[in-house]
């Protein structure tokens, strides 16, 4: 130990961390607790964004909607798509899912009943491509062409009815060519929790009972598309589609429900957050227990500078030992974070005790079974700020150690 150069700072900091188990076994388990906690966390929160981005994408939206301009303001009965047939081939022959829409309003009633609803004629061949609805039922079955009067409603249109499954409904409207439009129609399916205009008023009927009740032989209102797993990225995509149709609105998922966009942002700041707070705690222990074993260690470290070991190999001894410690935590958390965060990817949390069956997000259905999304990200993230966070804490009792004079260090008491 003669010179700094020479001395072996793994070794000699090693030795100086069993000199201290306690200590340093206390804080070791400090933060592979903060680390595992952390990121079984960041990939529950993970877990919650997909579930979220899924749920506006898979249930309802797709990831892009096609309208006429400014239909999406005034949805006018009579601004449908002219040629939406050939407009979904093209887009198919993109690689693309689309699936053509049909809305309008009425009046249903059951019994003593009636409330708004609004009517959806669906696809029943394109439609299963882009979203979800037909294994989203509560009860029920989906819709089928061999029974054009079934139909399926919104879980909370059929409380406000009164009706269950097999329960008629009499619907009024006004067809397009301006006559009034009645039929009568049975409950087929009820649907789970979608979003809050599905779940209140959603009507839905197959397409072609849609063109026979409201007199329409042709067109469409909207056009949902669905993007291919690792395709094209969304803005991409939505900025080709607007070239490729520039008679038409091109709308994307995310500026179609901008609040449930600006959410899932929000969630990765919030995790950057929860990082810092959980280990600002983890990083004052680590600074206290540092500074404890540097005051108790003066004396050594004013023989070894006396010795000839400069300051920086001082600096680098405390560092090396706390690099060591940090180490220990981050492996003990992954061991311990990574395998509960693959349990969970598998078994979920049902929270469905605690939050109602019906809980939405800016009118997108959050279900209360809760999975967990193990990535790179949610465990790289953790790990990483527990270093960055810990490392800082020790550069003050490194300071003083690398600093202090070598006559006033021996004969400290």
């Known amino acids: 130990m003669a010179g700094g150069s020479e001395m072996n700072l793994f070794t000699f900091a090693l030795r100086n961390i069993a000199r201290g188990r306690a200590r340093v076994w206390v804080t070791v388990a400090s933060m592979a607790f903060a680390g595992a906690i952390m990121i079984y966390y960041a990939a529950l929160m993970e877990g919650f964004m997909r579930a979220t981005q899924r749920n506006a994408v898979a249930m309802e939206l797709g990831h892009l909607q096609m309208h006429l301009p400014g239909y999406r303001d005034d949805p006018d009965l009579y601004a449908r798509i002219a040629d939406p047939g050939r407009i979904v081939a093209t887009l198919e022959g993109q690689g693309l899912a689309a699936a ?6 009425g009046l249903a009633a059951a019994g003593t009943s009636s409330a708004g609803i609004g009517m959806r004629g669906v696809d029943l061949a394109r439609e299963p491509r882009v979203t979800e609805l037909d294994r989203h039922l509560l009860k029920g079955t989906w819709l089928r062409e061999e029974s054009p009067a079934a139909v399926v409603v919104g879980r909370k249109l059929a409380r406000s009815l009164g009706v269950e499954v097999g329960d008629e409904i009499v619907v009024v409207g006004q067809a397009t060519d301006g006559s009034m439009a009645n039929d009568l129609f049975r409950v087929g399916g009820i649907l789970k929790s979608v979003g809050e205009g599905l779940d209140r008023n959603g009507f839905l009927m197959t397409e072609s009972a849609f063109r026979r009740f409201m007199i329409m032989e042709s067109g469409a209102h909207e056009i949902a598309i669905r993007l291919p797993e690792g395709g094209m990225e969304l803005t991409a995509a939505t900025g080709y589609l607007e070239t490729l149709f520039p008679e038409l609105e091109v709308k994307n998922w995310r500026q179609l429900q901008p609040v449930v966009a600006r959410i899932v942002d929000l969630s990765r700041s919030s995790l950057i957050i929860m990082l810092v707070i959980t280990y600002a705690a983890v ?4 600074l206290n227990a540092m500074l404890m074993s540097v005051f108790e260690r003066i004396p050594e470290f004013g023989v070894m500078k006396a010795l000839g070991t400069s300051p920086l190999s001082v600096f680098g001894l405390i560092a090396c030992e706390a690099l060591i410690q940090v180490s220990c935590g981050a492996l003990l958390a992954l061991a311990a974070g990574v395998p509960t965060a693959l349990y969970n990817q598998t078994h979920p949390l049902d929270l469905s005790f605690l939050a109602s069956t019906s809980s939405t997000i800016a009118g997108i259905a959050v279900d209360p079974v809760w999975y967990a999304s193990l990535t790179v990200e949610t465990v790289v993230l953790p790990v990483l700020f527990l270093y960055i966070i810990s490392m800082a804490a ?20």
């Open 283 to 286: 990083g004052i222990l680590a």
């Open 100 to 105: 053509p829409r049909l809305f309008a309003f």
């Open 394 to 413: 020790v550069l003050y009792p490194a300071a003083k150690a690398a600093l202090i004079r070598p006559l006033a260090a021996i004969y400290h008491r």
